[in-house]
Every structure is written in C-alpha cells, then in structure tokens.
C-alpha cells in the first residue's frame, strides 16, 4: 500500500541538499541505498507505474526515515517550513548515536525486546511503526546482552529523548551472569505506557567497561538540556578506548491513545 507524503518532490530536493545522509545527493543514490532502481524514485514522486503521485510504498517508509535519521512524523509533515527546519537542524549527539546503532530484528543476538501485557509481542511483517502500545498499557523490558556488560537505556518520544536506568533494580546497570534480565524485575509491579502519542524509538548501549559515573548522573538528570548533553558526551565516548568494545541497537515501537 502506497503512503502520501505530501510535498515528496520538494522534500527529496532539500534532503539531497540538506547533507543528512552525504552518499544521497540525487535519486539515483537514494535509489542504491534504500535498495530500488532510480526510475522507481520518479515514480513514487510523480505517480507512474501503478504508484499513487508523492507517495512511497509503505514497504520503504520506514528505512527511508533511517537512511536520514528521521521520525515517520517528519516525512509525512505537511508544512514545508516546518520539515525545512527540522532537516536543517543540527545533528545531536542521537541523531548520531541512532545511525551508529544496528536495527534490532529477530536475528540480532543481543538486544532489548518489549514486554507487553507479561508477553512478548512481535509485530506484523508489514509493520513499518515496530510494537503497539496504547496509554495505560503494562510492560517490561527483556533486556539481553553481553554478561557482565553495561547498559544505558534511551528513549527518544515525538518530543524529547529520556533515559530509562536499569540500576535501580540491578547494581551498576550490569548484565548478569546469564546475560538477560527484565526492567522492571519481576518482583516489581510492571511500567505503564505513560509517553505522547507517535512514534518512539529504544536506544539499548551495551559496553564492555563502566561508563564514567559524571555520564551516568547527566543521563539521569531531570532537564532535558542536560540529558541531551549527556548524550553528546557518551556518543563521543565510545570512541574512546577506555570503555572497550561497545554495541548499539535501535528499535522502534508506537504509542496510540
């Protein structure tokens, strides 16, 4: 099924303009890396070949938002000046995080995997947004990892990135030996789906050494400014040698009232 995206022409033109993903400057080298042949790109743009004018096969959504680090939200805005301005802001230190992080699928060996309702909810094939959620709803985190490796949870909402801590119920946010736990353990009352409507994505980071503790405690802090900064600072850190090997993984799910 075809999704409207309205304005698609103008947007592909700032997109290739905009530098958000430097390989792409044209159709055909959107065409080579979201895994089509160019003609394909007109066609989704001026509705030949059985497409619907502007409008891309819901199939390519998804991966076409990764490919330049964007919410669903921002392809599908009808402001032009309004998508303007979101592509031409700054990257932050998500925004590079996220395109260093692997997508999770089933065939990731480590990863975060939602709980929803006490069960583990896999979404439809066809499904561009990842697991759904409505408000109010229970879950837990199954987090699963390298044993004895570190954790940090982010949370990027319609509106802010967040960080969730494992800490609370396991010490120094540390895998355990079997490499598997859940958040919240299972001796606590589960979390309830409390975030904005939209799309959403888990950010899980895994390294082999501690992060340094003045990270920790920014990613915790109740300001956003703050947190975001903490972000920036992790990002760079891992390339740092001090922390060891380190593994990123995203994932998306959705949130419905």
Request: hydrophobic share 40%; proline share 9%.
């Amino acid at each position: 099924m075809p999704i409207l995206v309205p304005h698609f022409k103008e947007k592909l033109g700032l997109l290739y303009k905009s530098g958000r993903h430097p390989k792409i400057t044209n159709a055909a080298s959107l065409a080579a890396e979201i895994g089509v042949v160019a003609p394909q790109i007109a066609n989704w743009v001026n509705g030949n070949a059985g497409m619907q004018e502007s409008s891309i096969p819901e199939s390519k959504l998804l991966p076409f938002c990764q490919l330049f680090a964007l919410n669903i939200e921002d392809v599908l805005i009808d402001n032009l000046s309004q998508f303007e301005t979101i592509i031409t802001r700054p990257y932050s230190g998500w925004k590079r995080l996220f395109e260093r992080a692997v997508p999770y699928d089933e065939k990731n060996r480590f990863g975060v995997a939602l709980k929803h309702r006490a069960l583990v909810f896999r979404p439809d094939e066809g499904d561009l947004k990842g697991e759904q959620f409505h408000l109010n709803d229970p879950f837990r985190l199954e987090i699963v990892g390298p044993p004895g490796w570190h954790v940090v949870l982010l949370v990027r909402d319609p509106t802010a990135v967040a960080c969730w801590s494992p800490s609370q119920y396991f010490p120094n946010n540390t895998l355990p030996e079997e490499g598997v736990f859940l958040l919240p353990a299972q001796d606590y009352p589960p979390l309830t789906v409390s975030e904005p409507d939209g799309q959403h994505w888990l950010l899980s980071v895994f390294t082999e050494k501690r992060l340094p503790e003045l990270i920790y405690q920014q990613l915790y802090d109740d300001l956003p400014l703050n947190r975001e900064l903490a972000i920036n600072t992790l990002e760079q850190t891992l390339n740092n040698k001090d922390v060891g090997q380190w593994l990123a993984l995203r994932k998306p799910f959705y949130v419905s009232s």
